[in-house]
């Protein structure tokens, strides 16, 4: 069983969501996700709307956490890991109905507003929630 020897904070300007100690992280980036383990080379990359996942050892036992994170920068340091994001939410704090009343609002903006893309951020921004809060769930079941 891996160690958990990545220090992970994801930050936002309302502050601290999440400073934990993991042994795996998969960020979401503009060409898809990246997975990161111990001892993962230095990077700087461009965070997009998405799910990040992330795994810790809880006596023997792995668990795994999605946390939705909105735009930033994702900065990797061998076994630290900074996410700056706009913003970021665990997925037990998520509103699934609230994300899809969001999306639905975006969408028909979209019909009258075509391109628009403040619209289009908050569809983004509705669907990646909705998707996280979706993935926590299924891992329950």
Do not use: F, W
Not at 24 to 52: K, W
Not at 90 to 109: G, P, Q, T, V, Y
Request: charged share 30%; net charge negative.
């Amino acid at each position: 069983m891996a160690e958990d020897k990545i220090h992970l904070q994801i930050v936002t300007q309302q502050g601290t969501v999440l400073d934990q100690m993991v042994h795996y992280v998969s960020i979401p980036l503009e060409n898809g996700s990246v997975g990161i383990l111990q001892d993962h080379q230095p990077m700087l990359a461009a965070v997009v709307d998405g799910t990040l996942r992330c795994e810790q050892n809880i006596d023997n036992d792995v668990q795994t956490y999605y946390i939705y994170v909105g735009t930033g920068v994702v900065s990797v340091d061998r076994n630290h890991i900074i996410t700056l994001v706009r913003d970021a939410a665990r997925s037990e704090d998520i509103d699934l109905d609230r994300a899809k009343r969001a999306a639905e609002a975006a969408e028909m903006n979209l019909k009258t507003e075509k391109d628009n893309p403040e619209e289009i951020d908050h569809l983004k921004r509705a669907m990646a929630r909705i998707k996280t809060k979706e993935l926590s769930s299924q891992k329950q079941e």
